[in-house]
């Protein structure tokens, strides 16, 4: 293709430089493209125009247009001796790696790697993973008006509101960072609750309440229209395993409670409404 451009080039740049151009081309212009040449005075003595340009040629065709093919196409195996890679495909003659796989990690008969390396630690299959969240994050949209703190907050508005992620494995753990913002009552219900923040929410008149759900029951009080959406009713909430008991107060309401449940001690129960 070069072949064939490059005299019709060289042909035209050839018949206007025997006129005595005002400013020559580059002969650089002959090997990548030969772009219109201005001149700083195009007119000649007699008032006429000497050129005005050249129409510029490219080395580049559209039947020189391809795919973009790999440099390195895939190896091709069994395919006769002419490739290298026929009769046997390069695994040689006879024996087990030859003729199939292997077990995995076999090693010949000597003790393998995961026999020869000790082992480490452990996973322990109960531990639990709870989203943490601050006060101070909730004192900010309470003062944004995106939570309300007349009703009983919980883990849906928690998400609904942005305070937590949506991917939330256990639970919620409500921190004490920025414990001193919060000035006024407030309830709440999450999984976990360090020591500060309930000292905190309790000093300013409000109340923590510590819940239990399942992974189910938690599916349910986050995302009910899925629940709606498959056509199933809600689950009815899971009482906490003798293990947790201890690190709860009670069992998650289902659907999303707004009233705060009262706590009341051993000393003063609740009294039953008059008949």
Known sequence: MIRRILPSISSVSSHFLKTKPICSPSPLHHFH???????????????????????????????????????????????????????TAGRGHKGQKARGNGKLGFEGGQTPMRRRLPKRGFKNPFSLTFQPVGLRKIA????????????????????????????????VR??????EQIKW?????????????????????????RVHYNKLGLRALLKPEWFEKKGRLLPKPARP??????????????????????????EEPATSPAL
């Open 185 to 209: 009552p407030i309830h709440l219900e999450v999984s976990r609750v360090t020591v500060r923040a309930k000292e905190a929410v309790e000093t300013a008149g409000g109340s923590v309440r």
């Open 241 to 266: 395993p003798p293990k947790l008991k201890d690190k709860v107060d009670s069992i998650g309401r289902l659907p999303a409670p707004t009233k705060p449940i009262q706590f009341f001690t051993e």
């Open 140 to 171: 900010k949209l309470i003062n944004a008006g995106k939570i309300d703190s007349h009703e009983l907050i919980t883990m849906k508005t928690l998400k609904d509101a942005g305070a937590i992620g949506k991917q939330i494995e256990d639970g």
């Open 33 to 87: 493209s030969l772009q219109s040449l201005q001149c700083s005075n195009p007119i000649n003595k007699n008032g006429s125009l000497w050129f005005q340009g050249i129409r510029s040629y490219s080395l580049l065709s559209l039947n020189d247009l391809r795919d973009n093919v790999p440099r390195k196409q895939k190896t091709r195996k069994g395919r006769g001796i002419g490739s290298g890679k026929g009769k």
């Open 174 to 179: 409500l921190m004490g960072r920025g414990a």
